[in-house]
């Protein structure tokens, strides 16, 4: 149902042996990790009070944010959710203090994946010119086309920045890029494609 890899796991065991009173001390740094990310001192503390290395501290944090994340992301409904927990050895007790935080906080972890995202320029404009080399010193009789393209993007995060990509091909590799992006569009368009889409958004 969720997709956790083999250390997210190890990282979680640690959250499951402990008191629902330390666990609800990490669901603060959780809640504080994706506000203002990761704080090495309250880790350090917390490390010092649990005799553990200030590693397994952040690790059990990112881990519990990471989990939060994926339930999130899978849209897990309660009851789901409450499954889910419990299959990766947490308590009834513990799977009630988490599924309390999930349900209070599931706006702000849907924010919070949004901003994770990968933010890529955005498509604005584009210019082009067509140049010919008709000859040269070695060569008198040649004929050497190119295009040449401006790409303008705009950065998703600040729509004023504009950033000039140029590009110079010949016109044979341009004809061979278009027949694979509509190749690319079509299969995007594809039932199997949008299935996926569905699941990751």
């Not at 704080?39 to 952040?58: M, T």
């Not at 927990?85 to 599924?99: A, D, K």
Request: overall charge negative; charged content about 25%.
């Amino acid at each position: 149902m969720l997709n956790l890899g083999v250390d997210h796991k190890q990282h979680l065991v640690f959250l499951t042996e402990q008191s629902t009173q330390v666990l609800q001390d990490f669901c603060k740094l959780a809640l504080d990790y994706l506000q203002k990310g990761p704080n090495l001192k309250l880790y350090s503390a917390a490390a010092q009070k649990l005799q553990v290395e200030p590693q397994v501290i952040r690790n059990s944090v990112e881990g519990l944010v990471q989990l939060l994340l994926e339930c999130c992301k899978s849209k897990l409904e309660k009851d789901s959710f409450q499954e889910a927990i419990l299959g990766l050895g947490f308590s009834e007790e513990q799977e009630n203090l988490l599924s309390k935080l999930y349900t209070v906080k599931k706006q702000e972890l849907t924010e919070a994946l949004s901003k994770f995202g990968l933010k890529l320029p955005q498509y604005h404009d584009m210019d082009w010119r067509f140049e010919v080399q008709v000859a040269s010193r070695s060569l008198l009789r040649q004929v050497v086309p190119l295009v040449t393209l401006d790409f303008s993007l705009k950065n998703t995060s600040n729509s004023d920045q504009v950033e000039h990509v140029l590009l110079q091909t010949d016109p044979n590799n341009l004809l061979h890029l278009a027949q694979e992006l509509e190749m690319a569009v079509r299969e995007g368009r594809s039932r199997h494609i949008r299935s996926i889409a569905r699941i990751v958004d």
